[in-house]
T-cell receptor, first 115, second 111 residues
Framework: KAGVTQTPRYLIKTRGQQVTLSCSPI?????VSWYQQTPGQGLQFLFE???????NKGNFPGRFSGRQFSNSRSEMNVSTLELGDSALYLC??????????????FGPGTRLTVL | KQEVTQIPAALSVPEGENLVLNCSFT??????LQWFRQDPGKGLTSLLL?????REQTSGRLNASLDKSSGRSTLYIAASQPGDSATYLC??????????FGKGTMLLVSP
């Protein structure tokens, strides 16, 4: 079974631009979560989608948004990029069978550099 | 708000040693705790998941324990190898798929 895939793997943008990152979960997984990883703040939760609905949201500005499609694939968008948005963006999927004991499986991440 | 702390931040050991990585969390109402491994510039690899009703989980040379009452989890690595060198992260689940991560322990195992 293929793992979580993320595209693109690397991205360079300039301040003020916007960017869209894509995540394909493990086949059969219905929950997709996004995390931002920076050297200073570590890993921080952005948001989680389940059945095309945002279920949870972290403490990030409205410039960060996402969506999930009917095939469970997810995209996240960052508008008006700032230098501080440079980070590794990780996507995770889980079966989300209804309980709270769902193991999270992470993709390789997208490295975003904002110049 | 859940906070997760990992001690030590970095650890260097010779090959063959047994070692323990520590993780503490402030909210005992976690649903589960997951240990991950991250190699430089890579994504996270899930090592062990301990559900709130469990006390420990084992996989090969790895053993993780969970004590909700004291807010602690430990990851025990037996007979360490150079290939174990990586950053180890623990994360508590506050509900469904929301994980709160510690800052990690960077492990270096020298031959």
């Amino acid at each position: 079974k293929a793992g979580v895939t993320q595209t693109p793997r690397y991205l360079i943008k300039t301040r003020g631009q916007q960017v869209t990152l894509s995540c394909s979960p493990i086949s059969g997984h219905r929950s997709v979560s996004w995390y931002q990883q920076t050297p200073g703040q570590g890993l921080q939760f952005l948001f989680e989608y389940f059945s095309e609905t945002q279920r949870n949201k972290g403490n990030f500005p409205g410039r960060f948004s996402g969506r999930q499609f009917s095939n469970s694939r997810s995209e996240m968008n960052v508008s008006t990029l700032e230098l501080g948005d440079s980070a590794l963006y990780l996507c995770a999927s889980s079966p989300r069978t209804g309980g709270h004991d769902n193991e999270q499986f992470f993709g390789p991440g997208t490295r975003l550099t904002v110049l | 708000k859940q906070e997760v702390t990992q001690i030590p931040a970095a650890l260097s050991v010779p090959e063959g040693e047994n070692l323990v990585l520590n993780c503490s969390f402030t909210d005992s109402a976690i649903y589960n705790l997951q240990w991950f491994r991250q190699d430089p510039g890579k994504g996270l690899t899930s090592l062990l998941l301990i559900q709130s009703s469990q006390r420990e989980q084992t996989s090969g040379r790895l053993n993780a324990s969970l004590d909700k009452s004291s807010g602690r989890s430990t990851l025990y690595i037996a007979a360490s190898q150079p290939g174990d060198s990586a950053t180890y992260l623990c994360a508590g689940s506050s509900g469904y798929s929301t994980l709160t991560f510690g800052k990690g322990t960077m492990l270096l195992v020298s031959p």
